[in-house]
């Protein structure tokens, strides 16, 4: 069997949820993410949406953690990992289809925003149908709902990795070029990528 290696550019569509698969009691952390072309109209001048494609994306391990610090509701991603369909049997007897990711790696398009990374200290080594029994199962295995897990042991202080968010930075742009950190003027991002305001 061949592994289909897919990038996904787009936005997440539901905030990232904890789930334990039933068998193993492997944690996970699970969202959609939307993705939708864009064209030009050339009758009307403007840009207008083409098709869409919709992914459900599961992060394992330490990818699950981190992104459930760092991602969340409505974030512009950049999405890399191993895509396949599902087919399945709802409780009506109706076949179903869905589009499923093992995400490899997960990150915030810069295009869109600033973001600002905090490097986790090495640990020792370990090893398109929305309803319940779609969002229940992952990789044709059942899953139930979890407690969010404690903070992972590594990171720095919630104070050293985000600064405050800037409303008016958010609405308005940068009203000037950006100063790189260390040259006199702190910049950074809120918790999800999202921009922070000049100190």
Known sequence: MFDTPVTIVGNVLTAPEW?????TGTPLVTFRVASTSRRYDKERATWVDGDSLRVRVTC?????????????LGDPVIVYGRMFTRDWTDEE??????YELDATAVGHDLGKGLAKFARRKAAASTDMVNDEVSAATVGGELTEPMEDP????????EEDLFEDFNEEFNETGLAQEPVLAGAGVGGGAGTGGRPAGNA
């Open 93 to 98: 007897g109706n076949r179903r289809t869905s």
């Open 150 to 157: 404690e903070r992972p042991e590594g990171l720095p202080p």
């Open 60 to 72: 394992w391990r330490k990818l699950a953690e981190n992104l459930s610090l760092s991602v969340q």
């Open 19 to 23: 789930r334990r698969t039933a068998n």
